[in-house]
């Protein structure tokens, strides 16, 4: 009897390592899975951003050789300053680059006052922050004057507003009222529930511009009504042109009023190029991981003996609603 005992104590014994021993090699296995996984997530998001990296090259080269011949459709070979787009395709995936003119945003330097608050209130800033923020920046470049100087001097570490132009845009970040989230720009859910992402002032301001007509193709519809177009009508050609790029002027012409002489196709020659690419798995399949950068780009710059220079480098910035569209 007590030799039974001790043969089921041991069987009983033998089941529970079976059973723990089975339990620890479930979990080494799902560790070891979801480790995969996430090498291989990070390995994909690597090859996209080094494709995106690459797309930015070729749509440089591509602006840079023109036109070229036009196919049989009568489209260009390379890129025409109406295509505010380019889909390039690679051997191991695709990527869709944005052409930005920076004349299609306003001088930070420049701007008015009245232009900076309908800009603000455009970007869902309400009107008395948004007249404090316009004033914060006409102090900060020395246009005019005003009370932040105790704002700036009770900051950690404390400074002087410089009373002078903004060298750089992300300066925007140090003027009195102005937000990581205002600056950036975020996420908003529209009327449908959908998630539709919201410009910051980055994509609306630059110390690039030019200051002369902006391209009707890319430019932001809060910079539309910050120089005087009806909103409606900014949010009617946001539409349109997000189905297909606007080829004719005289489409929107009536929808632009007395603003539209500040518009035109294309830009000078600083231009904003953003590329998103993903990889393309085997068998066709697109992957998950996609991946966006973009830099500011001088062209026929008389003081590079490349016949170009690269005025900025930009890793946090998001592509535009279209590109979803847009890649395959």
Do not use: K
Not at 182 to 200: H, I, K, M, N, T
Not at 298 to 315: M, N, T
């Amino acid at each position: 009897m007590n030799r039974d005992l001790r043969r089921g104590g041991a069987l009983l014994m033998v089941l529970w390592l079976s059973a723990a021993l089975a339990a620890i090699a479930f979990s080494v296995a799902l560790r070891v899975r979801g480790e995969l996984e996430r090498a291989g997530a990070e390995r994909e998001g690597l090859q996209a951003y080094y494709l995106a990296c690459g797309a930015l090259d070729r749509a440089l080269n591509y602006m840079r050789y023109g036109p070229g011949p036009l196919d049989a459709s009568g489209r260009p070979r390379w890129w025409d300053r109406r295509q505010p787009r380019m889909a390039l395709r690679f051997p191991e995936g695709d990527a869709v680059v944005e052409v930005i003119p920076e004349s299609s945003r306003l001088n930070v330097n420049f701007a008015t006052r009245e232009e900076f608050e309908r800009l603000l209130a455009a970007l869902g800033v309400e009107a008395e922050r948004a007249r404090l923020i316009a004033a914060a920046i006409l102090h900060w470049r020395g246009s005019e004057l005003g009370d932040f100087d105790a704002y700036y001097l009770s900051s950690s570490p404390s400074f002087r507003a410089p009373r002078a132009s903004l060298e750089q845009i992300e300066d925007l970040m140090s003027v009195a009222g102005v937000t990581p989230e205002l600056f950036y720009g975020g996420y908003a859910r529209a009327a449908d529930g959908a998630v539709v992402r919201r410009p910051g002032l980055r994509d609306c301001l630059s110390v690039f511009s030019s200051g002369r007509q902006m391209d009707i193709n890319t430019v932001q519809p809060a910079v539309m009504i910050a120089v005087g177009v009806p909103a409606p009508a900014a949010d009617m050609i946001a539409r349109m042109r997000a189905q297909q790029p606007i080829a004719d002027f005289r489409q929107v012409a009536p929808l632009l009023g007395p603003a539209a002489v500040r518009f035109r196709f294309g830009g000078d020659n600083i231009y904003t190029l953003r590329a998103t690419a993903r990889v393309r798995r085997r068998g066709s399949a697109p992957g998950e991981a996609r991946r966006t950068v973009a830099m500011t780009v001088q062209l026929q710059s008389s003081v590079s003996p490349e016949g170009f220079r690269i005025l900025a480098w930009d890793e946090s910035t998001l592509p535009s609603p279209e590109v979803e569209a847009w890649l395959p």
